[in-house]
Each structure stands twice: as structure tokens, then as C-alpha cells.
């Protein structure tokens, strides 16, 4: 089977736009959530614990969905602030994404 140029174009740009977008997460993560939740999500920073900020794998955060997770970044929730106007959308899409994939 032969692979029509435009086609392997097609798929090497979406795959370049793809890590793009993976590693502006894990650079808006790192700028933004990282101090409390820590590098690896498990909230075990001085500012976590002080804060009481949940491991992103505990039982609790795994049952919730994406859009709860949406949700409580746009809103802010208990101590965490409110990102909605600071980040996009799409920026809070790619980032809980980054962070389900941790």
C-alpha cells in the first residue's frame, strides 16, 4: 500500500500540533498548579499540604469526570482560585488532560 504525500503531510502535521499542544500543558501546569500540587499531582508540597490539596490519583479525583475537573478549575474550589479568564478554555482542556495522563 502506497502512502499518498499529502496524506503522511497530513498526519506528521497533526502529530506536530498534537506534542505542541502536550507540551504547552505541561508548561501551563508547571507555571500554575506545580507549587501546589507538585510535580508529580500528589499535592505534597508546603503549599499542598498546607492548602490540603488531594492527590490527583486518589480514589476521590478519580471517580470525577473531566468536565468536574473543568469545572473546578474554571471556578476555583475551596482554597484553589478561580482560573476562568486567566486560562482558556482550551488551555484548561489540554492541562486536566496532562494531568489524567500523569
Not at 499542544?21 to 499531582?41: E, I, L, R, V
Amino acid at each position: 500500500m502506497k502512502i499518498r504525500p499529502v496524506i503522511a503531510v497530513m498526519f506528521l502535521l497533526a502529530a506536530s500540533i498534537a506534542a505542541a499542544s502536550a507540551q504547552d500543558a505541561a508548561s501551563t501546569y508547571k507555571a500554575k498548579c506545580q507549587m501546589c500540587h507538585g510535580a508529580d499531582g500528589k499535592g505534597a508540597t508546603p503549599m499542598g499540604q498546607k492548602m490540603a490539596v488531594r492527590d490527583f490519583k486518589s480514589p476521590e479525583a478519580a471517580k470525577e469526570s473531566d468536565a468536574e475537573w473543568i469545572t473546578i478549575t474554571k471556578k476555583g474550589k475551596n482554597k484553589m482560585p478561580a482560573y476562568d479568564g486567566k486560562l482558556t478554555d482550551d488551555q484548561i482542556k489540554d492541562v486536566v488532560k496532562f494531568i489524567r495522563s500523569m
